[in-house]
């Protein structure tokens, strides 16, 4: 399985080193970083770089496709190589997925009209420009595509599109291998959950 993740300028490098790393790992499955030409591009914090090794016109046809999110995204969708690499990569994809604001990318490729998705809390009801049915889920499945709600969920859709994809004995094996056994300190990881005076501050941070 050969799964394609596109890096735009200012991306959030959880949405692609969670996913990245929990399929990297599980055998069988090849991931590339992809870009308009392949090369280091610079994260939404400006601090950390990620190479692409390969353009979009390397990778027509991958089985998977995962689309960050991160500040960036609202200049992304002005980027018609992106878009159409992804409108016209998921004529051929098993799954077409994203990570946080990366739903709003599929939208704008036409992905999204008539269909369930998430996206992070901050604007998940923006969706609706796209013809999307906003759901407030962790991972939201429609179809081919699937939709993982902010950042840290990237890792979460990764396990379960990778249970699908083999089966859950891998997956699990992989959660495993990985550590992935969260613990947060404080119950404050969802809008419903955290105090409403974080709310801004939150924003503040990834805007």
Not at 22 to 37: D, H, I, K, Q, R
Not at 71 to 87: H, K, M, S
Not at 195 to 203: G, N, Q, Y
């Amino acid at each position: 399985m050969h799964v394609a993740i596109p890096l735009y300028p200012r991306f959030t490098a959880l949405d692609v080193v969670g996913p990245y790393t929990v399929l990297a790992f599980a055998p069988g499955v090849t991931v590339t970083l992809a870009a308009a030409e392949p090369g280091p591009v610079l994260d939404d914090r400006g601090t950390m770089a990620i190479s692409a090794t390969a353009g979009y016109a390397e990778l027509p046809r991958p089985d998977v496709v995962v689309v960050p999110g991160g500040a960036g995204t609202r200049a992304a969708l002005a980027d018609t190589a992106l878009v159409n690499w992804i409108a016209q990569a998921h004529r051929h994809t098993r799954w077409t997925t994203s990570v946080c604001a990366g739903s709003f990318l599929l939208g704008a490729a036409g992905l999204l009209a008539g269909r369930r998705a998430t996206s992070h809390w901050g604007w998940l009801d923006q969706l609706r420009a796209f013809g999307a049915d906003p759901v407030r889920e962790r991972v939201v499945r429609d179809d081919r595509i699937i939709t993982a709600a902010g950042v840290s969920a990237g890792i979460d859709m990764a396990l379960a599109l990778l249970a699908e994809a083999t089966d859950v004995p891998t997956a699990q094996a992989v959660q495993l291998a990985i550590e992935y056994d969260p613990e947060p300190p404080f119950d404050a990881g969802s809008p419903v959950e955290a105090p409403p005076t974080r709310r801004e501050a939150a924003l503040a941070m990834i805007d």
